[in-house]
């Protein structure tokens, strides 16, 4: 009860912060980062939980973490750090630990002008470090374009597109995302993404909800299924997100 009488006051302080600033963008919880880039001098964390199934696996993102700091303008540096697990339901045997660390930067390019997408891109690396079952053999560097478009005053389309490097193996990455504003700070969304790499595809697809409580402060829960042989059969995820 202590423990959640003090969420319940540090949620409040946090609402109350920063009314009259601009609503916050997160990239969670979709897979299409946002076209947007967190002002110089702020900060946004965002946090969540994962359940993944799979067959006799699961796969549990316990804290998923990223944090994304404006150090000039149009220009962010991100951190994201999870701990995962992974669990085989008939032998009930666990692997539980930190996965690799990724730093990178999301870049602003272009503004939005009339059919021309508001457009940044990523630029990060995965680490080899973190526990040994989840450790990349080397680093895994990525690029990725992030293009944004308004529809109209409620529908907003998202989409990503990029390239990653695991060990000599290229990773093409896309994602697109339709985004309905139905009631004052809700909105829905629906997202198919997926993953094309040598001698195989990972495609799935993922909806949700998410409600903006302040402008600095954001709830949402999604879930989704696995279009693909390789896929997770289904998933499910909530978090938050809080401006600074």
Known sequence: MKKLL?????????????????????????????????????????????????GDLTNTTMANLLARIGLFEGFEFRITQNIQ????DVTDI?????????????????GEQGAVPQTSIIAQVTLDNGKQAFRPGEPIP??????????SEFLTLGYNLGVAFPEDNTTTIY?????????????????????????????????GLI???????????SGGIGLSDISPDSF??????IGF
């Open 85 to 88: 697990q992974i669990r085989n």
């Open 236 to 241: 499910i995820g909530f978090g938050a997100a």
């Open 6 to 54: 003090i969420a319940i006051l540090f949620v409040g302080v946090l609402s109350a912060h920063g009314q009259d600033t601009d609503p916050i963008a997160t990239d969670r919880p979709t897979q299409s980062a946002a076209s947007t880039v967190v002002p110089k001098g702020s900060a946004l964390i965002e946090y969540g939980f994962i359940y993944e199934s799979a």
């Open 142 to 151: 990525e690029v990725r374009l992030n293009f944004s478009n308004s529809l």
């Open 211 to 221: 409600y903006l409580v302040s402008n600095n402060f954001q709830v949402d829960i």
């Open 94 to 110: 666990k692997v539980r630990g930190l996965s690799p660390i990724t730093l990178g930067t999301k870049i602003h390019l272009v």
């Open 175 to 207: 994602s697109a995302v339709l985004g309905y504003s139905f009631l004052p700070g809700w909105t829905a969304f629906a997202e198919p993404y997926g993953f094309l790499y040598d001698g195989g595809s990972d495609h799935r697809f993922n909806a």
